[in-house]
């Protein structure tokens, strides 16, 4: 059975940066792809960024160029490394098992218990 653990959230000023980690604990994690999510307070939850099990990411158009999200398939661990923090990218962050089909990332039904990221001067 999979399980998720994320960690790293915490309180950053405007412009600062923090890496999230993911641990997971189930079998062939290298070849699965990941995605990172995250869920504001009242909003949906939205895919962030998903990292193939190549190592190939694609992210939300917010944060290209801000977030970079890498694995390391030795440690079963998937990262996510976020810079220039905004206010608006104040939300718990998950990380989720899932797959690309035709582009469109399908989560699985397993989520961790998330990790808080506060952008907040």
């Known amino acids: 059975q999979v399980q998720l653990v994320e960690s790293g959230g915490g309180l950053v000023q405007p412009g600062g940066s923090l890496r999230l980690s993911c641990a997971d604990s189930?079998?062939?994690?290298?070849?699965?792809?990941m995605g990172w999510f995250r869920q504001a307070p009242g909003k949906q939850r939205d895919l962030v960024a998903g990292?193939?099990?190549?190592?190939?990411?694609t992210y939300l158009g917010s944060v290209e160029g801000r977030f970079t999200s890498s694995r390391d398939n030795a440690k079963n661990t998937v990262y996510l490394h976020m810079n220039s923090l905004k206010p608006e990218d104040t939300a718990v962050y998950y990380c989720n098992r899932g797959r690309y089909v035709g582009g469109t990332y399908y989560p699985s039904d397993t989520w961790g218990q998330g990790t808080l990221v506060t952008v907040s001067a």
């Open positions: 990292i193939t099990s190549g190592g190939t990411p």
């Open positions: 189930g079998s062939f994690f290298s070849i699965s792809t």
